[in-house]
T-cell receptor, first 116, second 114 residues
């Protein structure tokens, strides 16, 4: 079975400060990992994904994440927060094949608040 | 490209009723997945359709059923609605999902059961 844990349901930062959203996963096979963002009353938008290869992945809007197999983590970072980054962020895992084929398992989400 | 479109955007139903939600995938996509997102929770996988067949199913009762049409559009049906079925229902489309392929999500249908 696969699972995702996002540490911290709410994160608050000042504009210009570092953003760090934590995600740990559990997977019995090499995982594919994703970060999605959800703005109020909207669907999910993909920020970035890790499948294979380089463990530091860059996404849209200046976000990046690093896959650390030894720590089973995929934390999302952005060097300088912008007011427009305020939203809910979801980490998700999809096993590469196997019985979880095609299924995304999401974490509980982290609401990011950005203060002026 | 219109992306993934879902209808209706909002819906209010009474307990015990039946509801049908609709999804048109992104152009060129052949796989449709449905998710339920309760308030304050992450999306939960309901099922996935490919080539008009249910390919995988999550931990949802048989009251939840679906269909995929030859044009790849899809419907989600929920029978005997319960208050706990109130949620945002998200449709995601992808191309012959292999796990690494990006899933594009629609805006969702907000279902309220009263």
């Amino acid at each position: 079975a696969q699972s995702v844990t996002q540490l911290g349901s709410h994160v608050s930062v000042s504009e210009g400060a570092l953003v760090l959203l934590r995600c740990n996963y559990s997977s019995s096979v090499p995982p594919y990992l994703f970060w999605y963002v959800q703005y109020p009353n909207q669907g999910l938008q993909l920020l970035l994904k890790y499948t294979t290869g380089a463990t530091l992945v860059k996404g849209i809007n200046g976000f990046e994440a690093e896959f650390k197999k030894s720590e089973t983590s995929f934390h999302l970072t952005k060097p300088s927060a912008h007011m427009s980054d305020a939203a809910e962020y979801f980490c998700a895992v999809n096993n590469a094949g196997g019985t979880s084929y095609g299924k995304l398992t999401f974490g509980q989400g982290t609401i990011l608040t950005v203060h002026p | 490209d219109a992306g993934v479109t879902q209808s209706p955007t909002h819906l209010i139903k009474t307990r015990g009723q039946q509801v049908t939600l609709r999804c048109s995938p992104k152009s060129g996509h052949d796989t449709v997945s449905w998710y339920q997102q309760a308030l304050g929770q992450g999306p939960q996988f309901i099922f996935q359709y490919y080539e008009e067949e249910e390919r995988q199913r999550g931990n949802f009762p048989d009251r939840f059923s679906g269909h995929q049409f030859p044009n790849y559009s899809s419907e989600l049906n929920v029978n005997a609605l319960l208050l706990g079925d109130s949620a945002l229902y998200l449709c995601a489309s992808s191309l012959s999902w292999t796990g690494s392929t990006e899933a594009f999500f629609g805006q969702g249908t907000r279902l309220t059961v009263v």
